[in-house]
């Protein structure tokens, strides 16, 4: 029997050979990408500032616990290429840090 655990993924890049249209899409939407208005999600969250040089993706992962975090931070990062091809835009230097809730230990302060 297998067990799976929730991980939370976020995955880093660089925007890379952006085109002229790809530039003005993001541009236009940056207002609704910033930091604020992220949250892990299994279809992945999209922050990114208009200076247009870094942009985070943060996923919530189910995966076999036996496989660890690295595959859910190759997981992530693979979904991570496939949106961004998909929008068609040019990014490198992916890199990942994944964390598993289900072994997340919380400190909780007494009152």
Known sequence: ?????TYRVIVRG?????????RARLAAGA??????????????SLAYDAALRHFTYRFEVVSDAADGEEMAAAIAEDMARTALDDLGHGYRDLR?????QDTMKINRRGR
């Open 31 to 44: 207002d609704d990408h910033g930091l604020a208005r992220m949250k892990f999600t299994p279809e992945g």
């Open 96 to 100: 990942s840090m994944a964390t598993d």
């Open 1 to 5: 029997m297998t067990t799976e655990h």
């Open 14 to 22: 660089t925007w890379d050979g952006l085109t002229d249209e790809s």
